[in-house]
């Protein structure tokens, strides 16, 4: 990491002691008077109709406040009971049919949580099986049995979503990038090479699970919810209510990590509902078990096509990506366009064809997970390349630095690339893994090492809209506003540290609020790693319209031409040269009789993509990572140990550089997990290993011996570069590479279990 002068004077998390004292408010530390709790019914079948649901007894139970299913929700007027961030096409209880194993059928609410169980434990169901369909694939077979009977209705959405459904199949949507003549660039090419690659739904296991608080009154409707995005859930129940939005309220307490399981809305709609019919407040708090049936990452296949000469040039690929979304849409029709466009990595490809599927399934609703639809999209090209660079003879380090773009170079979406920095990201992880063209692979004792290399870009959400509000008090405390969600990646003491150091302030006299619909200004999303850069330039341009404010006031009492001033620390304003002048704010706001001064600052970036060609801007800025890793196998068993990991991303410029490693090091632990266990097994639509007794995160013994990092900073440019979640690519499709080129063993199939490396050691001697 490249280290400023005065790093060591910046603070740790601004609340730091709350966490290590368990002091942080949660959402689920909410309690409202007259609170009650809900338990949910869920389906026992992947698809089915429902014929009956018998609830009387159940509402009979004592301490039973309301017992609701989806009949009640068509019954009830007033209510609109579907939401989604795209598609309208998700219904707060199923209503009609069920559309996958583990759907919530029916709600009680009680007293307390065993109560609401009793009751649900009288509650009858009968269904009438429908024939279901679990892979994406077969999804789009002629004769597939249809999640849904017609195009789900769509509503008010976000600016970059292309929507390309087709009435009577499975294609949730489509996303198409046509750049070039990709024929031509196949006929140019001296190889041709297609390959597939799979990646399988995996679970975010935040520590804090969903949970929700609901109030609905007549005049009123406040939320306390666990999300990512607090504005999306605001008009998502003005929507479904059919209130204006300045009668819903979100309040947002940091959540216990969120990694895109939170982003939009999820159980917040039922809460909602669940208030609305019991009369009072609602608790539901999900269960780790009821998580793996909430959301996932998108399961996903990539076949892929890729055109090279003699000497590696890239001169076409054609990418076919299917991503399951399962029964719902959630953000999948947006997610494939990044996925999409990823398949083309940080490389310069002159012809590109793209198509990119969310598929409708009867398997539990994909959404975000950090990272975005990059890290199936690397798993892909950059094991392919490695393919490719062994059919070649190549060195695959020098194959990637051969086509990785530089500034000039024209991306996947045929915009300009401005300040990269990929082979230097690269070239870095290469040594620092001490890797060798020549290095040959040597078996000790059973065991044998191989190194591999990845590199990747994201996109950043585009276009994208940042709103902050800072106020300085009577005694120079500076308040900030804002709406970005704190779930431990330290966002708060990020916009701290821009506010103070933008007034010359210690921190310590920063004040940074939670989000609240009701008083803290709009905020896009949290998330996409963009909330240090988007509210950070809202921060600070809020920030400055105070500190113009300061140096007209201080202009008017000293007497002096406000350019002629300057900030000195302590929080004053002086002459330059003359500190011993300055005036200290305090007593600047105090003389203007003002109260305080307030600022407020709105940044937009503007972009978007064609919706035919998928060409245009694509990201305000890209991100960029590279990762290196070095495995040992055993060759008696197939386990893969990683004993090396470096993981390097460009930072732009660092704010925090604490949280800038501790996101690295984060982004280590996904891959690692990706890489080699992580994986929701699906059985007909049954979740054979839905809680942390069967799924196989990674723990502390699987992190490798060694970690090195690379957050790359280039102080001359002053622009910040998110750095949430690049690092974690890169580094699953490292191990991948270096588990090939220790074995010759290609694993195709994430995650890399010892099962399947044993099967392609034996594959390997059956051949010779």
Same mark, same amino acid.
């Given at each position: ?14 609340d ?7 002091r ?10 007259g609170m ?5 019914l869920r389906?026992?079948?992947a698809?089915?109709r429902i014929v009956?649901i018998?609830? !009387?007894?159940a509402?009979?139970v004592?301490g039973?406040?309301?017992v609701?299913s989806?009949?009640?929700l ?5 209510l609109?009971?579907?939401?989604g ?5 998700q219904p707060?209880?199923a209503?009609?049919?069920?559309r ?6 029916v ?18 169901v009968e269904?009438?099986?429908l024939p279901?369909? *679990? ?7 002629a004769?597939?049995?249809q ?12 600016a970059?979503?292309?929507?390309h &459904?087709?009435a009577g199949?499975?294609?949730c949507n489509h *996303?198409?990038?046509?750049k070039g003549d990709v024929e031509?660039?196949f006929?140019?090419a ?13 679970q ?5 699970t969903?949970?929700a608080?609901? !109030?609905v ?9 666990s ?9 998502t129940?003005?929507?479904m209510?059919?209130r204006?939005?300045a009668?819903?309220?979100?309040i947002?307490p ?8 939170k982003?939009?809305?999820?159980i ?15 608790r ?13 990452k998108?399961?996903?296949?990539i076949r892929?096509?890729? +055109?090279?000469?003699r000497?590696g040039?890239? &001169?076409a690929r054609?990418s ?7 029964a719902?849409?959630?953000v999948g029709p947006?997610l494939i366009?990044?996925?999409?466009f990823g ?17 409708y ?6 959404g975000a997970?950090?990272?975005y639809?990059i ?5 892909a ?9 062994r ?14 773009l530089?500034d000039?170079d024209? =991306?996947?979406?045929?915009?300009p690339?401005v300040d990269?920095?990929f082979r230097e990201l690269?070239?870095?992880a ?5 890797w ?8 000790? !004792? ?6 591999g290399?990845s590199c990747?870009v994201?996109a950043t ?7 902050a509000?800072?106020k300085?008090g009577? !005694? ?5 506003l ?8 330290g ?6 540290i ?11 006299r920063?004040r940074?609020?939670? %989000?609240d619909?009701?008083?803290t200004?709009?905020?896009?999303? &949290?998330g996409s ?8 330039t809202?921060v600070r341009?809020a920030?400055?319209?105070?500190r113009g ?11 002096i031409a406000? +350019?002629?001033?300057?900030?000195? %620390?302590? +929080?004053?304003?002086?002459?330059r ?12 706001v ?7 001064l307030?600022g407020q600052f ?8 064609d ?8 990201s305000v800025?890209?991100?960029q990572?590279?990762?290196a ?7 008696? &068993?197939?386990?893969?140990e ?7 991303v460009y930072?732009?410029?660092?704010v925090?550089p604490?949280q ?9 632990a ?7 266990s992580?994986?929701?097994i699906?059985?007909? +639509?049954? =979740?054979q290993?839905g809680s ?12 490798p ?5 690379d ?8 622009e910040?570069h998110?750095i949430?979640?690049?690092?974690m ?6 191990i ?6 220790a074995?010759?063993?290609r694993i195709m199939?994430?995650?890399?279990t ?5 099967r392609?050691?034996?594959?390997q001697?059956s051949?010779?």
């Amino acid at each position: 990491m490249t280290r400023r002068p005065d790093e060591t004077a910046l603070p740790g998390m601004i609340d730091a002691r709350q966490r290590v004292t368990g002091r942080i408010p949660y959402a689920m530390d909410v309690s409202v008077p007259g609170m009650q709790h809900a338990r949910l019914l869920r389906s026992t079948s992947a698809h089915a109709r429902i014929v009956r649901i018998e609830t !009387d007894r159940a509402r009979a139970v004592p301490g039973v406040s309301a017992v609701v299913s989806g009949a009640d929700l068509v019954a009830a007027k007033g209510l609109f009971p579907y939401f989604g961030p795209v598609f309208r096409d998700q219904p707060v209880l199923a209503i009609g049919k069920v559309r996958y194993l583990g759907e919530p059928v029916v709600a009680a609410v009680a007293l307390d949580l065993d109560t609401a169980q009793r009751a649900l434990d009288l509650v009858e169901v009968e269904y009438e099986e429908l024939p279901a369909v *679990f892979d994406a694939a077969a999804a789009l077979e002629a004769g597939a049995p249809q999640v849904h009977d017609a195009p789900p209705p769509t509503g008010p959405t976000y600016a970059d979503i292309i929507v390309h &459904t087709q009435a009577g199949t499975n294609i949730c949507n489509h *996303f198409k990038l046509r750049k070039g003549d990709v024929e031509a660039g196949f006929a140019q090419a001296d190889f041709v090479f297609e390959d597939e690659f799979t990646s399988p739904p995996i679970q975010h296991v935040t520590m804090e699970t969903h949970n929700a608080v609901a !109030d609905v009154r007549p005049d009123s409707i406040t939320v306390w919810a666990s999300t990512q995005h607090p504005f999306s859930l605001q008009s998502t129940l003005a929507e479904m209510f059919g209130r204006p939005a300045a009668g819903v309220r979100v309040i947002i307490p940091t959540l216990g990590g969120g990694y895109g399981a939170k982003g939009y809305p999820k159980i917040e709609p039922l809460v909602a509902v669940l208030s609305w019919f019991a009369r009072r407040p609602v608790r539901l708090h999900l269960t780790r078990e009821e998580e793996f049936l909430t959301i996932t990452k998108h399961g996903t296949s990539i076949r892929m096509k890729t +055109g090279v000469l003699r000497d590696g040039t890239i &001169t076409a690929r054609q990418s076919t990506c299917f991503f399951n979304t399962g029964a719902y849409a959630d953000v999948g029709p947006r997610l494939i366009k990044n996925g999409g466009f990823g398949t083309g990595g940080p490389h310069r490809i002159p012809n590109v064809w793209v198509d990119s599927y969310a598929v409708y399934t009867n398997i539990v609703p994909a959404g975000a997970f950090r990272g975005y639809g990059i890290n199936q999209a690397a798993w892909a090209y950059d094991s392919q390349l490695d393919m490719i660079a062994r059919r070649l003879g190549m060195d695959p380090l020098a194959l990637r630095m051969q086509n990785l773009l530089v500034d000039g170079d024209r =991306l996947m979406t045929d915009e300009p690339m401005v300040d990269a920095h990929f082979r230097e990201l690269l070239g870095t992880a290469a040594r620092e893994i001490g890797w060798s063209a020549d290095e040959v692979p040597v078996v000790r !004792d059973g065991r044998v090492r191989g190194k591999g290399l990845s590199c990747i870009v994201k996109a950043t959400v585009t276009p994208s809209t940042s709103t902050a509000q800072a106020k300085l008090g009577e !005694d120079g405390s500076l308040y900030i506003l804002m709406s970005s969600v704190e779930m431990g990646q330290g966002v708060k003491t990020a916009m701290a540290i821009l506010g103070a150091e933008r007034l010359g302030l210690p921190i310590s006299r920063v004040r940074v609020s939670e %989000p609240d619909t009701d008083l803290t200004p709009y905020d896009q999303s &949290t998330g996409s790693s963009r909330s240090t850069f988007s509210m950070g330039t809202a921060v600070r341009g809020a920030v400055d319209q105070i500190r113009g404010q300061l140096f007209a006031l201080a202009s008017d009492e000293l007497e002096i031409a406000e +350019g002629d001033l300057e900030i000195v %620390p302590g +929080g004053r304003v002086a002459p330059r040269g003359a500190p011993e002048r300055g005036m200290e704010f305090g007593e600047l706001v105090r003389r203007s009789r003002s109260g305080n001064l307030l600022g407020q600052f709105i940044f937009r970036t503007e972009g978007g993509l064609d919706p035919e060609t998928g060409l245009g801007i694509g990201s305000v800025h890209w991100h960029q990572a590279a990762g290196a890793a070095e495995v040992e196998v055993d060759l008696a &068993t197939g386990k893969v140990e990683v004993t090396r990991v470096h993981a390097g991303v460009y930072a732009g410029r660092i704010v925090d550089p604490v949280q800038a490693e501790l996101q690295t090091e984060g982004n280590i632990a996904f891959g690692v997990g990706q890489a080699l266990s992580e994986e929701m097994i699906f059985d007909h +639509g049954q =979740l054979q290993n839905g809680s942390l007794a069967d799924y196989l995160i990674a723990s502390i013994g699987d992190m490798p011996g060694e970690i090195s990092l690379d957050v790359l900073e280039h102080l001359e440019a002053d622009e910040i570069h998110g750095i949430g979640e690049s690092a974690m690519p890169p580094v699953t499709a490292a191990i991948g590479n270096a588990v090939y080129r220790a074995t010759g063993v290609r694993i195709m199939d994430l995650p890399i279990t010892p099962e399947k490396v044993l099967r392609g050691l034996r594959e390997q001697r059956s051949v010779r």
